[in-house]
């Protein structure tokens, strides 16, 4: 199982390694965005800054996890239906969306950090942030996406079925980034509640993904 | 099992259950109450003369009204002189009571408690800020008997903020939880539905799911007219509304979703699968996060809901019949909507058999 696991999730890196461009216009689209925020507010609080930051990267993240679904079409996906377990094609794509979110997250800070350099430090906590965030997030929008992807308009359809369930993931993030700006440190409490938040939506997501994979 | 949604005699149970709570819900009077006190700040020692504002009283001359200002749990005082201005004021008149200053308290919040022998007793917590005051203090003495509670009488309790606002129990929290039960039911037939695909189960989840709606919607605009009666605006940012909010998007989410599937085992499938996810996620936000953080509304922060004085026997009463009635009269109109459903499905089937 941990091998096809593996190879899986290899494969998924693979096919998004090929089709680079949709990567490139992601980390562009990112760049741009970060652009434009500056050229509206050049200066910004930690506070506003904390909550541009997240929320423009729950409307990014949406677009990112769209993605993955998009991998298989009719035939592959009934040769992969063959050769591995649902679970194991719920964590690959988890695992996937969570790197993918790694990247992006951390390239739209760096990008913002470039703009507005002077009024911040790059603190490493905040990557501690980032990484928390690609974990939680990814955990609200895999199933929802594995259901919008039967969907015409599946961009629409998953922003307002995954939405309601990225609002508290997203703002606990917020909250977190507002003690660790203005505090310095971020409760364990926070932690506790984010982390159970998103151990209970993988958990129901691989109760319920067998019954959505089947075609 | 299904014999049920054919008979009568629930339907017109709901019927005369939410007759009688909106009838009742809105006659039955309120408990008299203080409303004001004319002069708040007062000084141990010093001559007191307070106007005193009722709420609800038909008090007549000559009526034995007592007024008590109680300091601490062993210190009360029996005001002397208690006149009737008007049926709804009294002045109270009387040299106020000193008390021993020590360093650290220099003043105490002291009721003002008001007992008439029909109307019973009326409690008004902080009435009175009194400081120690530069006067001759004398030593605190205390009221060895209260005079007995009155009779038990159909009457709502009287509480500062809520006032006849109370009735509002018996429509936002009873329509809530009509909805939660309704949900429950949806919930149900989702997991029934996945582990064994009928339509006819998915009929009953999308019905329930749609009346679950169209309650929540209720409570929605019930609870904002509240917030607006009591706490001064339609929506504030509050935990528990936000989440509760979140949790209506999940839903209004789950019937577009159903509109944008056209087939209709696809549709039962994905809609089942999302309604689960949907209840499991809705319960963290609804139920346990508003009790984490601090929360204006009851229930949260460790301010009571439905349990101690909140919820006194008058309003149970009405309050659960409310509750059965919502959850029934939601019942019936899921179960229109399922046959409405099931005739579609049959329908559906004639035509591809033939």
Not at chain 1, 41 to 67: D, G, Q
Not at chain 2, 32 to 52: A, K, M, N
Request: charged content about 15%; overall charge neutral.
């Amino acid at each position: 199982m941990l091998q096809s696991l593996f190879s899986q999730i290899k494969t998924e890196l693979l096919i998004e390694y090929r089709s680079w461009a949709q990567t490139a216009s992601l980390l562009l689209f990112t760049f741009v965005l970060s652009y434009v925020i500056y050229k509206v507010k050049a200066e910004l609080n930690p506070i506003e800054f904390n909550f541009i930051y997240w929320v423009f990267l729950m409307l990014i993240s949406i677009s990112i996890v769209i993605r993955t679904e998009g991998h298989t079409d009719e035939g592959e996906h009934m040769l992969v239906y063959t050769l591995i377990s649902p679970i194991t094609a719920f964590i690959s794509r988890y695992v996937f969306n969570v790197i993918y979110l790694l990247i992006v997250g951390t390239g739209f800070y760096l990008t913002l950090y470039l703009f507005y350099s002077p009024q911040f430090d790059l603190t490493w906590d905040f990557f501690v942030l980032i990484f928390c965030g690609a974990l939680s997030i990814g955990a609200a929008l895999s199933f929802t996406a594995s259901i919008a992807r039967h969907l015409a308009g599946q961009n629409t359809i998953l922003s307002i079925l995954s939405i309601p369930v990225l609002i508290p993931v997203i703002l606990m993030l917020y909250n977190m980034g507002v003690s660790q700006f203005m505090q310095g440190s971020v409760e364990l409490s926070m932690f506790l509640t984010l982390l159970s938040i998103s151990l209970l939506s993988i958990a129901l997501s691989l109760i319920l993904f067998p019954m959505v994979w089947r075609r | 099992m299904y014999g049920f949604i054919y008979q009568k005699w629930w339907k017109i149970l709901t019927l005369l259950m939410l007759l009688y709570v909106f009838i009742a819900g809105f006659l039955v009077p309120l408990r008299p109450g203080i409303l004001e006190v004319s002069e708040s700040r007062v000084v141990g020692g010093d001559s007191l003369q307070v106007f005193v504002t009722t709420y609800n009283t038909q008090w007549q001359e000559g009526d034995l009204i007592q007024a008590f200002i109680k300091y601490d749990s062993v210190h009360i005082w029996s005001v002397p002189g208690v006149t009737l201005q008007r049926r709804n004021k009294l002045l109270l008149q009387g040299r106020l009571l000193g008390w021993r200053s020590n360093s650290r308290d220099q003043y105490v919040d002291a009721t003002l408690i008001l007992h008439h022998p029909r109307d019973g007793f009326m409690v008004m917590p902080s009435a009175f800020t009194i400081t120690a005051g530069s006067g001759e203090l004398e030593a605190p003495i205390w009221v060895e008997q209260l005079p007995q509670r009155a009779a038990w009488s159909w009457k709502f309790p009287f509480r500062s903020i809520l006032y006849e606002t109370i009735r509002n129990t018996f429509f936002h929290v009873a329509i809530w939880m009509a909805m939660f039960v309704l949900l429950v039911v949806s919930l149900v037939y989702s997991i029934k539905y996945l582990l064994n695909p009928r339509l006819e189960y998915d009929a009953i989840t999308s019905s329930f799911a749609h009346v679950a709606i169209v309650w929540g919607t209720m409570g929605m605009i019930t609870g904002s007219l509240w917030a607006r009666a009591t706490w001064g605006t339609f929506w504030t940012n509050d935990p528990k509304l936000n989440m509760s909010a979140v949790a209506m998007m999940i839903y209004v989410a789950y019937a577009i979703l159903r509109a944008s599937i056209n087939d209709d085992d696809r549709r039962a499938q994905l809609s089942s699968a999302y309604n689960i996810f949907a209840f499991m996620a809705m319960i963290p936000l609804v139920i346990i996060i508003p009790r984490l953080t601090s929360s204006l509304h009851p229930g949260n922060g460790g301010n009571p809901a439905l349990g101690g004085e909140d919820l006194d026997h008058t309003l149970r009463l009405i309050f659960y019949p409310a509750v059965i009635g919502y959850t029934l009269l939601g019942v019936w109109m899921a179960s229109l909507l399922y046959r409405l459903r099931r005739i579609e499905i049959r329908n559906l089937i004639a035509s591809l058999q033939d």
